[in-house]
């Protein structure tokens, strides 16, 4: 009685934490597409190429200090719309959701419309 107790709750304590952490990219596609797709036209797995990152760790890198070495970036590639983008998803404090999105973009979860 007490091990199917414990198994139930062991079962419903994973799906939660499953749906939490697809909460942060698909809160990361909402504000992907409401900012960056919407304002400069650019689908994810191209922003991905724009930002010449080859591992998830290069990445996570660019969001250090509030994003400033991912707007500088966009920048200095000529896409001013995406990086004032990412500034406006900075001061929502979005940072990681978008990351988490991105990450996901690396990965292969590409979701319609962002292909």
């Given amino acids: 009685m007490k091990l199917t107790k414990i198994l ?6 994973i799906s939660l934490t499953a ?3 697809l909460a942060d990219y698909n809160k990361g596609f909402k504000y992907y597409t ?3 797709k919407k304002k400069a036209h650019i689908k994810a ?3 991905v190429k724009i930002l010449g990152v080859q591992s998830v760790d290069e990445l996570k890198a ?11 970036k966009l920048k200095k590639s000529g896409h001013e719309k995406a990086a004032k983008a990412v ?3 900075a001061k929502k404090k979005k940072l990681k959701d978008l ?3 991105l990450v996901g973009i690396m ?9």
């Fill in 87 to 89: 500034e406006k998803i």
């Fill in 34 to 36: 409401k900012y960056i």
């Fill in 62 to 72: 660019l969001f250090n200090d509030n994003a400033k070495p991912l707007i500088e």
């Fill in 19 to 21: 749906s939490v952490a």
């Fill in 99 to 101: 990351e988490d999105f």
């Fill in 107 to 115: 990965q292969g979860k590409i979701p319609a419309g962002c292909s």
């Fill in 8 to 13: 139930v709750a062991s079962a419903i304590g």
């Fill in 45 to 47: 797995p191209q922003f």
